[in-house]
């Protein structure tokens, strides 16, 4: 890919569909729309970079995940209202916050419930880091990864865990100074 | 005119009641009730049963609890997850501490209902021991296992990335059948140690200890809801321990396949965490260790930039 | 009702406080005949309408200090989509809001058909001029209330003066125009069954649609034996006058099983008539997502969590 992309194509005609499903529903849902004004290739599946505002916690922009580029903004009063909302979900792989103070990013970043939580920066990864989610984004991290495929076999759901899982076992910390009950 | 009165002459018992003639006192049963919320509710749905010792010998009238207590005891431990995670990990370490002393307070008690129970004297003796040991091992371990189980990620950009265990929350648990009293409070300690809440259904053939174990978390200083303890049948409520949305986690503990197999499917349809320590010998070294805590928590993984001032370079 | 006697509307005659009249209300009794409300059992489909009705009643509220638009906005969403994984589910009854928040909410809900209601009469005290309540309920309706609801001065009803309090009834209903008028009693700082019923009776002779039992910000607000003294005040006011009014429980009421039992209590005491949300509404904030955890609960058969419904 060319080193000056920001945003590549999306994977597929059939996603490209979902995406545009989902910005039609945010239109319909009452929330405002505002979509970069760039070119898009003749060929291929694109869809420009696109935000939504005025969206409520229970859009379906909000609640269902939508993996395109787009992003739905909500707002908050206090610091316990967006810690609320944050977690008023059933996953928690990733979170990010942004705000100014040292101590304040830490209260933040301490009360949501999520695996990995970006702090002024977002979409890091690192070899060396643990990746992996809370709530339904963490199922059975812990058990070895031929058991999770016994067990689940091809639900898709659970495939994706059992990157997440591999990904994790790389970075988990593993200090065996204890004899485990395994 | 002699006015004293010959105690030998009256049929007057001490407490001043007349003396029936004949029969012994009538003992107070003790009625075993449930532990919800820091309270002992009977059981929702008016059932008990009668577990019977291996001479045949009624051990009690128990709460046969139902899905609706499991349900209400869901809503507690959920309640106090907050509170509970939130403390100071050296308190909840002293709450724990405390636990083990009131324990060893009513040791008699506890070496009297596992005698009931089938168990020799030695035996129940020491059941009992290891119990309040192990609630001493795990105290011990509140305020450790996080720095153990920690890391600072040495990440190759310029932030800082550190690891750290959080407990999930609300564990559903059907604790050992057979070693009553040590397999409860092995369970029930690494996911209290740290901050998770629990729902337990104890033994269910053994049921006495675990209710008067309810007893000894409630003249502890453990706040009410993060331990929950029920009576009554696994077969009729294990597979809601393992249904509901509201539990992040679910251990079982016994080695029954069909059970464990309806639990693998349930947790694929809600994406909830299980496990199994149906291999576990409670009495030995192997059943205590800081990894039980590390079943039931969650990684999070904090990035934090640090700034690299203009012309100081990244060395020392 | 103790006596029919027109002595009831004679406040303006001779100067003396009417509704000296209003029926004497046995507490214990009260109290024991709202609990058996408790005990009747539903289940299955009967369960199921029952929770599609209670939310189909509640005036979904948010009385802050710090209510922004965009609060508004989102409360104004969760009433028309309460949980869209869930078909065939009613909306809620309205949104209830502060008087400076009705044009937005107005705007938001579009043609929806849900109402907005806005609190006023200086809400939450009532302490204020009577000019000024009516100025504060005109404002509301201009920004398009449908229902007004108001708090009655507990302070000049406390000093016995209750002409005052039915001439502001009154004057604040005339305000109203064709919005309904929903008359807050604030009966945890009336303090006793007697002056409830009491109040119950003034503010149903001057004019309310609706009585409404709190604020929400005392307590003790809604509790289900103040609201049976209301609702047999409802019951004589329609054998008298063959006027029906609403019957608004607010505050404190968040969980499903009690809202189900409030609709038991109004069956048996007013009759099906009243089982909708023209004549019946829950204040409350909490309680719809509580009443949706349930519904998903009745047709899945399992448990839920919090976290699968939207807070807004």
Request: positive net charge; contains cysteine.
């Amino acid at each position: 890919m060319d080193k000056n992309t920001d945003i590549g194509a999306i994977n597929s005609r059939a996603q490209l569909a979902t995406i545009h499903k989902y910005l039609e529903i945010g239109r319909k849902e009452g929330a405002e729309m505002y979509e970069s004004s760039c070119p898009l290739p003749g060929k291929g599946f694109w869809c420009r970079p696109t935000l939504f505002t005025n969206v409520a916690q229970s859009n379906r922009i909000a609640q269902e995940e939508i993996f395109g580029p787009v992003l739905a903004i909500l707002t908050f009063r206090t610091d316990d209202e967006v810690i609320e909302k944050a977690n008023n979900s059933p996953y928690g792989l990733s979170a990010g916050v942004w705000t100014d103070k040292g101590s304040k990013i830490f209260n933040m970043t301490k009360r949501m419930r999520a695996g990995v939580v970006w702090a002024n920066t977002f979409n890091k990864f690192d070899p060396s880091s643990p990746f992996g989610g809370y709530k339904e984004s963490g199922k059975r991290r812990g058990i070895t990864w031929v058991e999770c495929v016994f067990e689940f076999g091809l639900n898709l759901l659970n495939l994706l865990n059992i990157l997440n899982l591999l990904n994790e076992r790389d970075g988990q910390i593993n200090k065996k100074v204890f004899s485990h009950h395994k | 005119m002699d006015k004293s009165i010959k105690k030998s002459s009256l049929t007057i018992s001490e407490n001043g009641l007349e003396k029936k003639t004949s029969g012994k006192r009538l003992e107070v049963l003790k009625t075993y009730k449930i532990y919800i919320g820091g309270q002992f509710p009977r059981t929702e749905s008016g059932r008990y049963y009668v577990p019977v010792n291996a001479v045949g010998k009624k051990l009690a009238n128990v709460c046969l609890s139902s899905r609706k207590d499991f349900r209400d005891a869901v809503v507690s431990a959920r309640g106090a997850f907050s509170g509970w995670s939130g403390r100071a990990a050296f308190n909840r370490g002293q709450v724990l501490y405390r636990m083990a002393e009131m324990l060893e307070g009513r040791k008699a008690q506890f070496i009297e209902e596992l005698t009931q129970q089938d168990a020799s004297k030695a035996k129940a003796e020491k059941e009992v021991n290891l119990a309040i040991d192990r609630l001493i091992y795990y105290a011990g371990w509140c305020d450790k296992y996080q720095q153990i189980f920690s890391a600072v990620n040495p990440v190759a950009s310029s932030h800082f990335n550190f690891s750290v265990p959080e407990p999930t929350g609300v564990v559903s648990i059907v604790a050992p059948q057979n070693d009553s009293l040590l397999g409860l409070v092995s369970v029930i300690a690494p996911v209290i140690t740290g901050g998770c809440t629990c729902v337990v259904l104890a033994s269910e053939t053994k049921p006495l200890c675990s209710v008067t174990f309810s007893e000894v978390l409630n003249s502890s200083d453990l706040p009410g809801g993060v331990v929950n303890i029920l009576t009554g049948k696994p077969s009729e409520l294990a597979s809601w321990f393992v249904d509901h949305m509201d539990v992040n986690a679910t251990i079982y503990c016994e080695k029954d396949s069909s059970v464990k197999k309806m639990m693998r499917e349930k947790s694929a349809l809600n994406l909830k965490r299980i496990i199994f320590y149906d291999k576990v010998n409670w009495y030995t070294e192997e059943g205590q260790s800081p990894y039980f805590i590390m079943d039931t928590q969650e990684i999070k993984t904090t990035w934090h930039p640090v700034e690299n001032i203009a012309g100081a370079g990244g060395g020392y | 009702m103790a006596t029919g006697s027109p002595k009831i509307f004679s406040h303006l005659s001779n100067g003396q406080p009417g509704f000296s009249l209003s029926p004497r209300i046995d507490q214990v009794g009260v109290e024991e005949r709202a609990s058996r409300f408790t005990k009747r059992s539903i289940k299955k489909e009967s369960k199921l309408n029952g929770l599609k009705l209670v939310l189909n009643m509640i005036d979904l509220t948010t009385l802050e200090g710090k209510d922004t638009d965009g609060k508004v906005k989102q409360l104004c969403y969760k009433a028309m989509h309460p949980h869209d994984a869930l078909p065939d589910i009613p909306t809620v009854a309205a949104i209830c809001v502060y008087p400076s928040m009705v044009k937005i909410a107005r705007k938001a809900l579009g043609d929806s058909g849900i109402k907005v209601a806005s609190v006023a009469t200086a809400f939450p005290s009532g302490q204020a001029p009577k000019d000024v309540k009516i100025r504060d309920t005109k404002y509301a309706v201009n920004e398009g209330a449908d229902e007004v609801d108001m708090v009655i001065s507990r302070g000049k009803f406390h000093s016995g003066e209750y002409n005052y309090v039915f001439d502001e009834i009154a004057a604040i209903k005339e305000a109203c125009g064709d919005a309904r008028l929903k008359v807050i009693l604030e009966t945890g700082e009336l303090g006793t069954f007697d002056k409830v019923r009491r109040a119950s009776d003034i503010a149903m002779h001057a004019g309310a649609d609706f009585i409404k039992t709190s604020t929400g910000k005392i307590q003790p607000a809604a509790t289900m034996p103040v609201t049976l003294v209301m609702l047999e005040a409802i019951r004589d006011f329609y054998y008298k006058t063959g006027k029906m009014i609403g019957m608004k429980p607010a505050g404190g009421i968040s969980k499903s099983k009690l809202a189900l039992h409030y609709l038991v209590m109004v069956k048996e005491t007013l009759g099906e008539d009243w089982l909708n949300n023209e004549w019946f509404r829950f204040g409350a904030s909490s309680l719809a997502n509580d009443v949706l955890m349930q519904i998903v609960k009745e047709k899945t058969g399992v448990y839920q969590a919090a976290n699968y419904f939207s807070v807004d």
